[in-house]
């Protein structure tokens, strides 16, 4: 059996989950209404996102991400349902007498607009998925992960962190990129106020480039969790971030296969004012320096 088809089945078993409503409907007869429209499950982003099936690394598991509309709950509502692939392997087997498959977990997240639940990844030992939770473009992203072996939903960051990339390894080793919504709100005053004429002398190129108006948002912090011990990456007392082409959006972030090291796969800024020509490196030696 391929994924492709293990995939497949996943969605119509999640589909299956509904066969008594459908019936019910088509029973009664009833018209299609704008309540239906919205309690629709969708298997990919109404953006224009690809539709997310994504087995672990073990391929013991395999996650399908949906969204719908809660008209009772008056919110967004996004799932990974999370399957044993040889749950459905029997199905296949004995699809006469099997009943429907059914997800071993289902991670359930709410809020005002979607998506929830993004850039989700499995663990490399295949023990969770990781994801950014957050409702729709708001910046309000919190750094999540979904333990499967206990069932748990454990907060990797603080609520008064903005996450904007992550890489993980497990709970004891992740790096990730964040600013503090205080920032923001400084941020997002000054961009209000008037703004005076700019002389350059004493400016960077960059402030130059990119005048406060311009910014989404202040730039991010890169923070490190290796051993457990969390640190924020410095270079020579000043913060660092990895920066995209964009100028302000948070980079690329990568760890070592043992989580002992970090490393960006984009530029980085120094201090806000000092573009660096290198890649940042946060490591088990930096966290030890952390705490001294």
């Given at each position: 059996?391929?994924?492709?088809?293990?995939?497949?089945?996943s969605?119509?078993?999640?589909?299956?989950?509904?066969?008594?409503?459908?019936?019910?409907?088509?029973?009664?007869?009833?018209?299609?209404?704008v309540?239906?429209?919205?309690?629709l499950?969708?298997?990919?982003?109404?953006?224009?996102?690809r539709?997310?099936?994504?087995?672990?690394?073990?391929?013991?598991?395999?996650?399908?991400?949906?969204?719908r509309?809660?008209?009772?709950?008056?919110?967004?509502?996004?799932?990974?349902?999370?399957?044993r692939?040889?749950?459905?392997?029997?199905?296949?087997?004995?699809?006469?007498?099997?009943?429907?498959?059914?997800?071993?977990?289902?991670?359930?997240?709410?809020?005002?607009?979607?998506?929830?639940?993004r850039?989700?990844?499995?663990?490399?030992?295949?023990?969770?998925?990781?994801?950014?939770?957050?409702?729709?473009?708001?910046v309000?992203?919190?750094?999540?992960?979904?333990?499967?072996?206990?069932?748990?939903?454990?907060?990797l960051?603080?609520?008064q962190e903005v996450?904007?990339?992550?890489?993980?390894?497990?709970?004891?080793?992740?790096?990730?990129?964040?600013?503090?919504?205080?920032?923001?709100?400084?941020?997002?005053?000054?961009?209000?106020e008037?703004r005076a004429?700019?002389?350059?002398?004493?400016?960077?190129?960059?402030?130059?480039?990119?005048?406060?108006?311009?910014r989404?948002?202040?730039?991010?912090?890169?923070?490190?969790?290796i051993?457990?011990?969390?640190?924020?990456?410095?270079?020579?007392?000043?913060?660092?971030?990895?920066?995209?082409?964009?100028?302000?959006?948070?980079?690329?972030?990568?760890?070592?296969?043992?989580?002992?090291?970090?490393?960006?796969?984009?530029?980085?800024?120094?201090?806000?004012?000092?573009?660096?020509?290198?890649?940042?490196?946060?490591?088990s030696?930096?966290?030890?320096?952390?705490?001294?």
């Open positions: 059996m391929n994924k492709v088809t293990i995939a497949i089945l969605i119509v078993a999640l589909l299956g989950t509904s066969d008594s409503r459908i019936v019910s409907a088509q029973e009664a007869k009833r018209p299609f209404t309540a239906d429209d919205i309690g499950t969708y298997f990919y982003d109404l953006g224009g996102g539709a997310e099936v994504l087995f672990s690394p073990d391929e013991s598991y395999f996650a399908v991400w949906s969204e509309g809660r008209v009772e709950l008056n919110c967004v509502e996004d799932s990974l349902r999370i399957y692939r040889q749950d459905v392997e029997a199905f296949l087997r004995h699809a006469d007498t099997s009943h429907p498959v059914t997800p071993v977990w289902i991670v359930n997240r709410s809020g005002e607009e979607g998506p929830i639940i850039d989700w990844r499995w663990l490399p030992d295949s023990s969770g998925v990781a994801f950014l939770q957050g409702a729709g473009e708001s309000k992203k919190q750094l999540v992960l979904a333990d499967l072996r206990k069932r748990v939903i454990q907060p960051t603080s609520k996450v904007g990339t992550f890489d993980i390894r497990d709970r004891e080793h992740y790096v990730y990129t964040a600013f503090d919504r205080a920032e923001r709100e400084v941020s997002q005053k000054r961009r209000t008037p004429t700019t002389i350059v002398t004493g400016h960077s190129l960059l402030e130059l480039l990119f005048p406060d108006e311009e989404i948002e202040p730039p991010s912090h890169l923070w490190a969790v051993s457990g011990k969390r640190f924020e990456v410095k270079q020579d007392g000043a913060p660092v971030a990895p920066v995209n082409a964009t100028g302000w959006s948070p980079g690329d972030l990568a760890l070592s296969p043992d989580g002992g090291s970090a490393r960006s796969r984009d530029p980085i800024i120094v201090g806000n004012t000092i573009p660096a020509p290198f890649p940042v490196i946060a490591s030696q930096a966290a030890r320096g952390a705490d001294a």
